[in-house]
């Protein structure tokens, strides 16, 4: 099992900036993929952002060169700086992990912390 546990979320101006940061404990190994998905009300979860094990980087046309995902792998962390945010950028974003253990991919879920950005 792994465990997600997301912080840094919470109200600030259009145009301002937050980072979130997603902190992995528990069975961590062969971790290979994490990311940042957001849903807001009445909304679809989408993809923000993704990141790889090599380092190689997915990102939400909505969210490109606004936002940075990035991976601390001494710390088993994620962070998803998010700069220039928008009134809808407003959702709860969700930390996710990708694992992969003999062939088979479980995915992993945090609970999720509000963002929400007003104008």
């Known amino acids: 099992q792994v465990q997600l546990v997301e912080s840094g979320g919470g109200l600030v101006q259009a145009g301002g900036s937050l980072r979130l940061s997603c902190a992995a404990s528990g069975n961590i190994f062969s971790i290979n993929v994490m990311g940042w998905y957001r849903q807001a009300p009445g909304k679809q979860r989408e993809l923000v952002a993704a990141i790889t094990s090599g380092n190689n980087t997915n990102y939400a046309d909505s969210v490109r060169g606004r936002f940075a995902i990035s991976r601390d792998n001494a710390k088993n962390t994620v962070y998803l700086q998010m700069n220039s945010l928008k009134r809808e950028d407003t959702a709860v974003y969700y930390c996710?992990?990708?694992?992969?253990?003999?062939?088979?991919?479980?995915?992993?879920w945090g609970r999720g912390t509000q963002v929400t950005v007003s104008s």
């Open positions: 996710n992990a990708i694992q992969e253990r003999r062939t088979i991919k479980y995915n992993y």
